[in-house]
Nanobody
Framework: QVQLVESGGGLVEAGGSLRLSCAASGRTDSSAAMAWFRQAPRKEREFIASITGSSGTTTYADSVKGRFTISRDNAKKTMYLQMNSLKPEDTAVYYC??????????????WGQGTQVTVSS
């Protein structure tokens, strides 16, 4: 089993920045892909970004491209999401995921509990 724990969420003003972290523990595997998703109230879960384990290839949703940056440090077993130029519509619970998906958007095998990000206008 793999456990994922997100941190770094909080309240920020529009235009501000936050960096989320996702720490992995347990039977981790650096070959696993990792990803960030988010879910806003009354909306479906949305893919944000992913990063492969081997080559570190990244994929982004159009809604965050150019503003968010996904990265990982395999030695620390941690993935990051640097979020810049935040907008109120970025408000959501952010989840990290890991696994060996068919495509960049999933399905993923392991999920964290989520961290709340709130962007005030």
């Amino acid at each position: 089993q793999v456990q994922l724990v997100e941190s770094g969420g909080g309240l920020v003003e529009a235009g501000g920045s936050l960096r989320l972290s996702c720490a992995a523990s347990g039977r981790t595997d650096s070959s696993a892909a990792m990803a960030w998703f988010r879910q806003a109230p009354r909306k479906e879960r949305e893919f944000i970004a992913s990063i492969t384990g081997s080559s570190g290839t990244t994929t982004y949703a159009d809604s965050v491209k150019g503003r968010f940056t996904i990265s990982r440090d395999n030695a620390k077993k941690t993935m990051y999401l640097q979020m810049n130029s935040l907008k109120p519509e970025d408000t959501a619970v952010y989840y990290c995921a890991a696994g060996w998906p068919v495509g960049s958007q999933g399905p993923y095998d392991y999920w964290g509990q989520g961290t709340q990000v709130t962007v005030s206008s």
